[in-house]
């Protein structure tokens, strides 16, 4: 595919890169030179902008601000080891922030505009890709409404942006998880499996009096009945009981279709690993806690990458697992999703795009 854009870039005079320290990166404080935007009116996106990284003028009106007609995605680029920019599975953040849109009222992004807006950024963005293992670019996506009106309906214009953030590790150390048995998440119908923000509002709350407790994290239940596990804060989880692989099923729209778990779901057929898509129960889950057939606990996600989990709480009740070892299947995954990521392994499924292959361009 030719060129499907034209965008315009105005570069930064006052490069961040000499003031950053690449080899201390905490996630999410550290923002690139420059922003992609686009904006949404008349029925089309418009508008192709690159421009340096800044505050950005909304009204007190933005209907964003008031009814939350937000969505986001998050996916990383990692640079080889000659220095070649390769970003994980965009095109399957660029379909999913389209479902998020459908299901937000928003309008999509044809796919190869994201994809041409993400080759420009990154071009011109390359050297904030950390060179550094267990480090990347963290890129964030992100739509919003523009309307400055006050009525409850859908905007009619909209904003699309996209940032990027060198990072270090989401948890730098195994994560604790608190079985959430009274606040709810995401119902049947309800907007769970969209990327949206007011998801993720609605979480702190809950998220908040469980690390005031001293955990990380929550272990969501299902809205209805809160019997069995969904997902966490920040990420899929999956637990390995008796030597299968459980995760929650994501056809109920109560789940986000993870793209680390897709892959790690993939992985484990690679490797004809047991895995079991179902609904694992609050009572199941605490059994083989008591009764030591729980042999790993992990969450998945692309900030939290590949998380342990060494502390659930179920019903009043601390369960403590040990590391799991190196031939664990949590660590080899992780091990084999990071040689991938980096360029050291072979890409089986072709999840590693170079920038310099995007839209059918040629090197940059
Ligand atoms: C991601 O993993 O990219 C996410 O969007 C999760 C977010 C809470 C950091």
Redesign the pocket.
């Known amino acids: 595919m030719m060129n499907p854009i034209s965008i315009s870039i105005t570069k930064s005079s006052n490069s961040k890169i000499p003031e950053t320290n690449f080899s201390s990166l905490v996630f ?1 404080k550290t923002f690139s030179d420059h922003i992609f935007v686009s904006d949404y009116q008349n029925g089309a996106w418009g508008d192709f902008r690159i421009v340096p990284y800044g505050p950005i003028d909304i009204y007190p009106s933005n209907a964003s601000l008031h009814y939350g007609q937000t969505i ?4 990383k680029a990692y640079k080889n080891e000659y220095g070649k920019v390769l970003i994980f599975r965009p095109e399957a953040n660029a379909r999913r922030l389209n479902e998020s849109a459908i299901r937000m009222c928003m309008p999509p992004l044809p796919e190869d505009i994201f994809m041409e807006a993400l080759r420009q950024l990154l071009t011109l963005d390359q050297d904030w890709v950390p060179k550094e293992k267990g480090s990347s670019l ?1 890129i964030r996506p992100f739509m919003f409404a523009m309307d400055n009106y006050l009525g409850v309906k859908p905007s009619d214009s909209y904003r699309f942006m996209i940032f990027t953030s060198p990072v270090g590790a ?1 948890y730098t150390k195994p994560v604790s998880v608190k079985v959430e048995t009274s606040y709810t998440r995401a119902t049947e119908g309800g907007t769970g499996e969209a ?1 949206a923000g007011g998801n ?1 509002a609605a979480s702190l709350y809950p998220a908040l009096q469980a690390q005031n407790e001293g955990y990380d994290q929550l272990l969501w239940t299902d809205g209805k009945t809160h019997s069995h596990i969904e997902e966490s ?3 899929n989880v999956v637990f390995k009981i008796k030597g299968t692989l459980i995760t929650a099923p994501t056809t109920k729209g109560t789940i986000l279709k993870g793209i680390t778990r897709d892959s790690v779901l993939q992985l484990a057929k690679d490797w004809r690993q047991a895995v079991e898509e179902r609904f694992l129960t609050v009572t199941e889950l605490q059994e083989s806690l008591e009764n030591g057939s729980l042999e790993e606990a992990f969450g998945l ?4 990458t590949i998380a342990f989990i060494d502390k659930i709480h179920v019903n009043g009740k601390d369960y403590f697992l040990t590391e799991p070892s190196q031939e664990a299947f949590s660590k080899r995954a992780l091990k084999t999703l990071d040689g991938i990521k980096y360029g050291d392994l072979q890409d089986p499924h072709q999840w590693m795009l170079s920038i310099s292959k995007i839209n059918g361009k040629g090197a940059v």
């Open positions: 999410g986001f995605e998050g996916l963290y989401y990327k993720y804060g920040t990420m996600g692309t900030a939290a």
